[in-house]
């Protein structure tokens, strides 16, 4: 049973909107990563934030922004939402960075930009 | 850069043992992991792979070859609830997870 829960499960947005998800990591966990799944792929990384700071980026446009708070929540901002962006977003915790770290995923925002 | 390759699908029989493969062009990396992902449902843990060899846990495996570059998850005594999806994942300097595109197993009866 994953201990990351995120909202909201699904979203329709129309091209151009502004979007935020959230995501609650499991108590304790510091470090909170981003992923982009599109139908039939592997999940995509977005970023990775440790201790409220951005820890590291792959390769997504400045429009896809995150922030961490000290209470283990995190969200994700897409400004100018593109039809591309359609996908499920994941959020994943772990205790901390490098080495032997499973992420712990939740189950996602369903996002479908029309 | 890097290029992990897994077969898209793969369909097996109740009770039998399966080999999902991983191959994956890379300059360097931690381990690999394997993630098992049910339709609609957030990928979960399987394995984590470091040296060299099989690491063994119930009824999966996890073997890795970092010369050949080269991974599999082998399930043995299939069940129904093992249809999934199989995600091999390299864990690039304990940041960003690089995920194949899965392999979608299909387990019928």
């Known amino acids: 049973e994953t201990g990351v829960t995120q909202s909201p499960t699904h979203l329709i947005k129309t091209r151009g909107q502004q979007v935020t998800l959230r995501c609650s990591s499991q108590?304790?966990?510091?470090?909170v990563s981003w992923y982009q799944q599109a139908l039939g792929q592997g999940p995509q990384f977005i970023f990775q934030?440790?201790?409220?700071?951005?820890?590291g980026r792959g390769n997504f446009p400045p429009r896809f922004s995150g922030l961490q708070f000290p209470n283990y929540s995190s969200e994700l901002n897409v400004n100018a939402l593109e039809l591309d962006d359609s996908a499920l977003y994941l959020c994943?915790?772990?205790?901390?960075?490098?080495?032997?770290?499973?992420?712990?995923f939740g189950n996602g925002t369903r996002l479908t930009v029309t | 850069g890097q290029n992990i390759d897994q077969p898209t699908e793969m369909t097996a029989t109740e009770g039998a043992i399966v080999q999902i493969n991983c191959t994956y062009q890379?300059?360097?990396?931690?381990?690999l992991f394997w993630y098992q992902q049910h339709a609609g449902e957030a990928p979960t843990f399987l394995s984590y792979?470091?040296?060299?060899g099989l690491e063994e846990k119930g009824r999966f495996s996890s073997f890795l070859s970092r010369s050949k570059g080269y991974s599999y998850l082998l399930l043995k005594e299939l069940q129904m609830k093992d249809s999934a999806s199989y995600l091999c994942?390299?864990?690039?300097?304990?940041?960003?997870?690089?995920f194949g595109k899965g392999t979608t197993l299909s387990v019928s009866s």
């Open positions: 994943a915790s772990s205790p901390g960075t490098g080495g032997y770290s499973p992420l712990h």
């Open positions: 792979n470091v040296l060299d």
């Open positions: 108590s304790g966990h510091n470090t």
């Open positions: 934030y440790y201790r409220e700071e951005e820890n």
């Open positions: 890379t300059s360097g990396f931690n381990g």
């Open positions: 994942a390299l864990d690039q300097a304990g940041t960003a997870l690089i």
